[in-house]
């Protein structure tokens, strides 16, 4: 049984095909327009088949069906014509239709074609749902810790990204808001469609306007050509709009109408454009002290503030901090083509006990520089800056801490552990001092990684 919706501006047309599917026993649904079919997918009508004609008013099959490819790829449609019209039969072909109906069709066909049709979704679907696994663990892969907090994210990204609801992500500068953006994308059912970002305190008012809305050709001087915005770049697919709190008045407002209706024109231009983007915003700044000074609409807030994300500091998950330094290790050794393969446990210890204002981003710094300085596989206390190497520390073993060639990050994680309990002669309390992390958190990890 599947469901189809057949679109067709001749009522005759809409009961026959009607009663033939029904006997077939599929749900259908119809529609007179194309308009009208796509406020049945808007309202969430949820379709396998689409069968439309091709010449009808106000928006004919074609623009229908090329509006499913580029938001619902995986319904199939199948094209309708009363005119043996080769050239519109190429042209749906190559905008994605499956198949081409020529009327009048008989019973016959129509039941083989339909057949047909849904045993190709059953492989399409079975294909998209492998390609957003292989995503999501590629994706996952890039978002590196285990600490409380950072799990505590990682299962907030999980719950947010299938929806459509626009989501504001608060945290300091190198916490990683872009990174998590781009994980609520590639886990949401947008991923196929693009990732458009844009930096709201990097431009100009004037220049900002231009790049969020686009304009045309003379809209000011310089403007040469026509320019498509960000939000028609990201059509279908998702816009991060990163440090939002700097955005500037005059334009929030413009960004407040395509939140409401999806709506908006490009600079020079009257006529109205319409998209469909989901917004996850980003900023560093507390949103209610800007709208309490006056900098910032409180409802663009609300707006934007329909679920808010809080990431972590990293003062706040030391505990991630090795498997951080383990990856950014991997990562720069191989962009350098450095035989770099470990770090010094001083060292480590060291990067352990620093406050990091300046977040993940500050100790991808720090150890692209020590790779970079390198002289041995072994990074050292000598390769960090030197606000590092004046910090007093208890005397340690001298040993490092080695990656293990090819391994996981959690592979990684429990060798660290590993070493450092065989360092403290398996004293628990020591242990957890060396990496810097909670007594209850090291007998999770002990217990996860049967250190026991």
Do not use: C
């Not at 407040?256 to 009257?270: A, M, P």
């Not at 006056?294 to 030391?318: A, K, M, Q």
């Not at 300085?373 to 001298?398: G, R």
């Amino acid at each position: 049984m599947a469901h189809v919706l057949v679109v067709d501006d001749e009522r005759t047309t809409l009961d026959a095909l009607s009663t033939i599917l029904r006997r077939e026993g599929h749900v259908v649904f119809t529609a007179t327009s194309a308009p009208e079919a796509l406020t049945q997918l808007e309202e969430g009508e949820e379709l396998d088949l689409l069968l439309s004609d091709v010449r009808m008013p106000k928006m004919d099959g074609l623009e229908l069906l090329r509006h499913i490819k580029a938001h619902q790829a995986e319904i199939v449609v199948i094209m309708m014509s009363g005119h043996q019209d080769v050239t519109a039969a190429v042209e749906a072909m190559k905008a994605g239709a499956f198949d081409y109906l020529v009327k009048p069709f008989g019973r016959d066909e129509v039941v083989r074609t339909i057949q047909k049709a849904l045993a190709h979704r059953a492989l399409l679907v079975e294909n998209l749902a492998l390609r957003r696994q292989v995503r999501y663990q590629g994706a996952r892969a890039e978002v590196i810790g285990s600490s409380p907090a950072w799990r505590k994210v990682g299962e907030m990204v999980e719950q947010i990204a299938p929806s459509r609801a626009t989501a504001l992500i608060i945290g300091e500068s190198g916490t990683g808001k872009e990174l998590i953006a781009g994980l609520i994308h590639q886990l949401s059912p947008r991923a196929d469609r693009p990732f458009v970002t844009l930096n709201a305190a990097a431009l100009p008012a004037t220049l900002l306007e231009a790049e969020l809305f686009g304009h045309e050709k003379g809209a000011f001087t310089g403007a040469q050509q026509r320019k498509l915005g960000r939000f028609e770049l990201a059509d279908g697919g998702t816009l991060f709009l990163d440090e939002i709190g700097d955005m500037p008045p005059e334009v929030q407002v413009k960004i407040l109408r395509v939140l409401q209706d999806g709506s908006f024109e490009r600079l020079g231009s009257t006529r109205t454009l319409q998209v469909d983007v989901r917004v996850v915003a980003a900023t560093n700044k507390d949103l209610m002290q800007e709208v309490e000074a006056g900098r910032f609409r409180l409802d663009l807030y609300y707006r934007l503030n329909v679920i808010s994300l809080r990431l972590p500091t990293l003062r706040e998950r030391h505990e991630d901090i090795p498997l951080l330094v383990a990856h950014f290790l991997r990562k720069f050794a191989a962009q350098n083509n450095k035989q770099v393969t470990g770090i010094q446990q001083q060292a480590l210890q060291l990067l352990q006990l620093a406050d990091w204002p300046g977040n993940v981003r500050e100790l991808e710094n720090v150890i692209e520089r020590a790779v970079v300085l390198a002289k041995d596989p072994i990074i050292t206390v000598a390769e960090l800056p030197a606000n590092f190497q004046e910090k007093q520390l208890v005397p340690t073993p001298s040993d490092h801490f080695a990656l293990p060639r090819n391994a996981t990050l959690a592979e990684i994680e429990r060798e660290a552990i590993a070493q450092a309990l065989q360092h403290s002669g398996g004293n628990r309390q020591a242990t957890a001092r060396s990496l810097q992390i909670g007594l209850a958190t090291l007998y999770r990890k002990l217990k996860e990684y049967q250190l026991q």
